[in-house]
């Protein structure tokens, strides 16, 4: 049987990044994730890497390769010096060429390929979602089969008396014994739903299909308030029509459920604003508030703090603790990194074009730090190049069909 080695690459792609993401396995909870990570993850990842060196050998690249080779080289150079810069531990040299290796995928990988990768993705995301909300509904009326519960991982997460409680269909997050009501799937968090899912919905236009039909309902049910603000951020800015359709059905919810508990607490209440700014900006805690001032006027700016805001005890996700912990230099080489990325699968479409669609999903992606500061990761540089390559090939196929009927 002859194997497609285009569709087969987008499939590892799109494996390896769902992977990333996913922090439970359905029934076998935490301690099946631990086994993958520990057994199938490596067999993957070997797989891929194999198919890469293949298609270097064997396929497109290999024209034009030296061309690229300086702008590949420099892409890698800015994970590796950002990773070296405060990380010196030797420990942490698998992680960077795990990250090195998947840029050198994204980078070499073409948009046509990509765009099929980012497909598969989005068919896995809306597969893993799917039966959250089945769940989700059952909650509501009655119990569904329970398992137990699983103990998260981060020590944050367990000091904040959070549990997953295991269904057969799922999990649900749980507070000091009481369900918050937020879907968060396989994932470690309603916000990973919410914020993911906002992607895939701009990625595609909001296109009405079964896949983008269940992701944006899961995103719903996460209530997630990055969702909403990052869809309003795309529909304002790339459908105004459908922007105030959308602005209308989420003040109509919010009048609904006003009196909800949930909807009072995820939304409302965080949208309210006061003299200390948005009330709803809980990504950090006034202990670290107090420690990032000092932190501002001390020679550690520039090249981050000793110690990373976790090893510190500091359990927020802001984007705060990328200064703090690679100081200005490395945010700067972050956002530099991302640009570089983002630029390249621009210059490697055919219509040599970056529209207002590319360019507010990047700056979606961007604000994105503001509340998920952890992008130099598998599955945040994939959704911003695969989400990139796809709405390109996806404008080239509708200008071909558009060309057929002249």
């Not at 598969?120 to 597969?127: C, D, P, V």
Request: hydrophobic share 55%; aromatic share 16%.
């Amino acid at each position: 049987m002859k194997i497609n080695y285009q569709q087969a690459m987008a499939f590892l792609l799109a494996t390896l990044a769902i992977s990333g993401l996913l922090y439970l396995i359905p029934v076998a909870g935490i301690e099946g994730r631990r086994l993958f990570n520990t057994a199938a993850w490596p067999i993957i990842t070997l797989i891929a890497y194999t198919m890469l060196t293949y298609s270097l050998v064997r396929v497109q690249y290999l024209r034009g390769f030296r061309l690229e080779l300086t702008r590949i080289l420099g892409l890698v150079a800015f994970i590796c010096a950002l990773y070296f810069m405060h990380l010196f531990a030797m420990d942490k040299i698998v992680e960077l060429l795990k990250i090195g290796s998947f840029v050198l995928l994204l980078v070499l990988a073409s948009n046509k390929t990509l765009w099929q990768a980012f497909g598969y993705f989005r068919n896995l995301f809306a597969l893993i979602v799917a039966p959250s909300i089945v769940l989700y509904l059952l909650m509501m009326l009655s119990v569904p089969p329970f398992l137990g519960f699983e103990v998260p991982t981060h020590e944050g997460k367990i000091a904040s008396g959070m549990q997953y409680g295991n269904y057969l269909m799922g999990y649900m997050i749980f507070n000091d014994g009481q369900s918050i009501n937020r879907l968060s799937a396989l994932f470690d968090e309603p916000g990973v739903v919410g914020t993911f899912a906002a992607f895939l919905l701009a990625a595609t236009r909001f296109r009405l299909d079964v896949q983008n039909v269940i992701i944006f309902v899961a995103a719903v049910l996460s209530w997630s308030l990055a969702f909403f603000v990052l869809i309003a951020v795309y529909l304002f800015s790339v459908r105004p029509r459908l922007f105030l359709i959308f602005l209308l059905l989420f003040s109509v919810l919010l009048l609904l459920f006003s009196d909800n508990p949930l909807v009072q607490k995820m939304l409302i209440d965080r949208l309210m604003i006061s003299d200390d700014g948005i009330s709803g900006d809980n990504r950090t805690t006034l202990t670290f508030e107090l420690k990032f001032i000092e932190f501002l006027f001390s020679d550690k700016i520039y090249f981050g703090s000793d110690k990373t805001v976790y090893e510190l005890g500091y359990y927020i996700s802001s984007w705060k603790s990328l200064i703090w912990d690679y100081g200005l230099v490395g945010l700067t080489s972050i956002l530099g990194y991302l640009v570089m990325l983002f630029t390249f699968k621009i210059k490697r479409s055919v219509t040599k074009e970056a529209n207002k669609d590319y360019w507010v999903y990047f700056v979606m992606f961007i604000a994105s730090i503001y509340q998920r500061p952890n992008v130099i990761e598998v599955a945040p540089l994939f959704i911003l190049a695969a989400g990139i390559s796809y709405m390109i090939v996806e404008r080239q196929n509708k200008l071909e069909r558009s060309l057929l009927f002249l």
